[in-house]
């Protein structure tokens, strides 16, 4: 299937590793161009350096703190230094562990930045670059924790819920603009993030609690790879999904116990 991504511009946050790198790799496995940024410089531009090398397209890695306003506006510039934005996944974020009674205010608003205000920032950056190309799509990677919270990280349950409405909002706002805005809502899936957490817990049965967590979560009995979400992603950013506006897609193997 020719997802019609050839020649696109497609800006990924958190793009150095994990999931964004996932979905960086596949946009550019379908041609697309892609401008990636994490904080860290060696571990993007390596990144960026083997997509590029790989795929045979333009790919920029750009060190940027996507939790500050000067980091989104670097962002914004190097895609106009590009030619433009096509595409924008807000993906950059990470998972929290508190209570709500002992958690200060800082760590509140270190994730409502990271994860809302980024993608109010980015989003609102690189809007004019989209429509001035002929229009685009948004992607918001939120999560399952949305809509069905795990106990140990409120935080991140309520950013992630905060992204999802925002999406929401944005792509009303947006879709006059020919952008469509969207939010994926992933369950398990196996990053690095997970597996260092497995073998920091169970040392070399790291693979065993894995599977004790897909087993209490998932009734697909195993985590996602990077790739499989990753190519949803793409999918719903193409011209493929041209009628998927403002929705909040569950990739969850089944997590979710509501309708």
């Not at 992607?139 to 935080?155: D, F, G, H, R, T």
Request: hydrophobic letters at 45%; proline letters at 3%.
């Amino acid at each position: 299937m020719d997802l019609g991504l050839n020649g696109k511009r497609a800006v990924v946050t958190g793009g150095s590793r994990g999931i964004g790198l996932g979905i960086a790799r596949a946009f550019a496995r379908e041609g697309a161009d892609v401008l990636i940024t994490a904080r860290t410089q060696s571990a993007v531009a390596r990144a960026a350096e083997e997509i590029a090398s790989e795929f045979g397209v333009a790919a920029r890695g750009i060190a940027s703190d996507v939790a500050t306003a000067e980091g989104c506006a670097a962002i914004v510039a190097a895609a106009a230094e590009m030619g433009g934005a096509d595409i924008f996944v807000s993906n950059a974020g990470t998972g929290s562990n508190e209570t709500v009674m002992d958690a200060p205010d800082e760590k509140w608003l270190e994730f409502w930045n990271l994860h809302v205000m980024a993608a109010v920032r980015l989003s609102r950056g690189l809007a004019p670059q989209m429509e001035a190309r002929g229009g685009g799509a948004m992607l918001m990677n939120a999560s399952i924790c949305a809509v069905q919270p795990l106990w140990y990280e409120p935080i991140y349950n309520t950013t992630k819920a905060a992204l999802m409405m925002f999406s929401k909002c944005l792509s009303t706002e947006m879709i006059g603009r020919n952008i469509r805005v969207n939010t994926v809502n992933p369950g398990l899936v196996r990053t690095p993030d997970w597996e260092n957490t497995a073998r920091e817990l169970r040392g070399e049965k790291w693979e065993d609690y894995l599977q004790e967590v897909a087993d209490e979560h998932a009734p697909i009995r195993r985590f996602a790879s990077v790739e499989e979400l990753a190519d949803f992603c793409v999918f719903l950013c193409s011209a493929r999904a041209s009628y998927l506006v403002g929705s909040a897609v569950h990739v969850d193997g089944g997590m979710l116990r509501t309708v």
